[in-house]
């Protein structure tokens, strides 16, 4: 079965460094999100990215986010100069189309720890 | 008041038991809503989905959604101890609100022998 695949699966970085979370979506799908999920707290929208523009973002998506999608099949998340509240569990998704019956797809997470 | 609300357990049930897991909302623009079911440090992993007020069924599965109520369960029949895990219920409008899914906060289960 298809899935989504995100690298890397645990990453350390110290605060203030630059961070690219990288995901290869599902083949088919046009559609590309980040989510992020802090310990213990619910699963929170990041951005939407379709036709290689931000399509919707959320308030945590500020200036020191940004996505991109550099070839046909990587979508990264970057972030500028990490800090520790940045320290979650990001998750890349993907989905074919929006509305009824386009169902959003979830990789397994890269872990992000900032110290 | 939140989007959705989502008791976070734990519930813990004997093999065999019906589990029934629910959400409540309170945005009326939600019109799509779907349950994920999430391992430990997983990524949530979709069990079913639905865009009306009614029951659909999936195997052992059962999804229930009432929009009068703003009020949708997942009843889990015969349940496993694979079946211990946190369950998501998400939701997004069919309209306006693009693909953005709204998250409960989860729900875990636990499924003893």
């Known amino acids: 079965e298809p899935e989504v695949t995100q690298t890397p699966s645990h990453q350390v970085t110290q605060m203030g460094q630059e961070v690219i979370l990288r995901c290869v979506p599902i083949s088919n799908h046009l559609y590309f999100y980040w989510y992020r999920q802090i310990l213990g707290q619910k699963v929170e929208f990041l951005v939407s990215f379709y036709n290689n523009e931000i399509s919707e973002k959320s308030e945590i998506f500020d200036d020191q986010f940004s996505v991109e999608r550099p070839d046909g099949s990587n979508f990264t998340l970057k972030i500028r100069s990490t800090k520790l509240e940045d320290s979650a569990m990001y998750f890349c998704?993907?989905?074919?189309?929006?509305?009824?019956?386009?169902?959003?797809?979830f990789g397994e997470g890269s872990w992000l720890t900032v110290v | 008041q939140k989007e959705v609300e989502q008791d976070p357990g734990p519930l813990s049930v004997p093999e065999g038991a019906i589990v029934s897991l629910n959400c409540t909302y309170s945005?009326?623009?939600?019109?799509?809503f779907m349950w994920y079911r999430q391992y430990s440090r997983k990524g949530p992993e979709l069990l079913m989905y639905t865009y009306s007020s009614g029951n659909k069924e999936d195997g052992r599965f059962t999804a229930q959604v009432d929009k009068s109520s703003k009020y949708i369960s997942l009843f889990i029949r015969d349940s496993q101890p694979s079946d211990s895990a946190t369950y998501l219920c998400a939701m997004k409008e069919l309209t306006g609100g693009g693909n953005k899914l709204t998250f409960g906060t989860g729900t875990q289960l636990k499924v003893e022998l």
């Open positions: 998704a993907s989905s074919v189309g929006q509305g009824a019956g386009n169902t959003i797809y």
């Open positions: 945005n009326s623009a939600f019109q799509y």
